[in-house]
Nanobody
């Protein structure tokens, strides 16, 4: 059984900061790309940032210079440091993990349950 659990969301004022964490646990052979997506009400889910197991990153233009993705491979954990938050960053943030479970050769994408981030004064 594989679990993906996010934490760290909440309410913050414009210009503030939050740090999201996401940990993958369970019977895993290999963990590949980990990423953060977000979905605002009435909008499609969009990629915020992603990071490979080797540390290569990619992020959306709207968050470059403000958000930083990082990971701790020893802990199977990915982080999203969000600075200079804006009201338009308000959304449910989802963590995804591309991995191969034990006793399989296939690669799957697992999702967390989501964590709410609200930027408002």
């Amino acid at each position: 059984q594989v679990q993906v659990v996010e934490s760290g969301g909440g309410l913050v004022q414009p210009g503030g900061s939050l740090r999201l964490s996401c940990t993958v646990s369970g019977s895993i052979s290999s963990l590949y790309v980990m990423a953060w997506y977000r979905q605002a009400p009435g909008m499609q889910r969009e990629l915020v940032a992603e990071i490979t197991s080797g540390g290569r990153t990619n992020s959306a233009e709207s968050v470059k210079g403000r958000f930083t993705i990082s990971r701790d491979n020893a802990k199977n954990t990915v982080y999203l440091q969000m600075n200079s938050l804006k009201p338009e960053d308000t959304a449910v943030y989802y963590c995804s993990a591309d991995l191969t479970p034990q006793r399989t050769a296939a690669r799957f994408r697992y999702w967390g349950q989501g964590t709410q981030v609200t930027v408002s004064s």
